[in-house]
């Protein structure tokens, strides 16, 4: 059974800095494109940014205006996203999601979802 799990959410304040990461068990981690999603209160989820297999990134949003950078390790089987000078609007549940491919899919085509960590910034 595939399973996607994420980790490292918090509330911070605004300007500073948070990283998340994602971790995997039962996925061919290294042949597939991963990224993250996130779903404020009241909004639909958006897609932030995916990583391929090989460390190409894409990026779903334009909200995150350079703030954001999503790495991977296929050694660990992890994928962080690099969050700084945060901001309000960067509060959501942040999610992970496994793709089928090694390449980086449209945001609807993902899968196989975490559960989510939750990031808090006050205005």
């Known amino acids: 059974q595939v399973q996607v799990m994420e980790s490292g959410g918090g509330l911070v304040q605004a300007g500073e800095s948070l990283r998340l990461s994602c971790t995997t068990s039962g996925l061919r981690f290294s042949h597939t494109a991963m990224a993250w999603f996130r779903q404020a209160p009241g909004r639909e989820r958006e897609g932030v940014q995916c990583?391929?297999?090989?460390?190409?990134?894409?990026h779903y949003t334009h909200h995150d205006q350079g703030r954001f950078t999503i790495s991977r390790n296929n050694t660990k089987d992890i994928v962080y996203l690099q969050m700084d000078n945060l901001a309000p609007a960067d509060s959501a549940m942040y999610y992970c999601?496994?793709?089928?491919?090694?390449?980086?899919?449209?945001?609807?085509?993902?899968?196989?979802w975490g559960r989510g960590t939750q990031v808090t910034v006050p205005s």
């Open positions: 999601a496994a793709g089928d491919s090694y390449f980086c899919p449209a945001p609807y085509a993902f899968t196989i």
């Open positions: 990583i391929a297999w090989n460390g190409e990134t894409s």
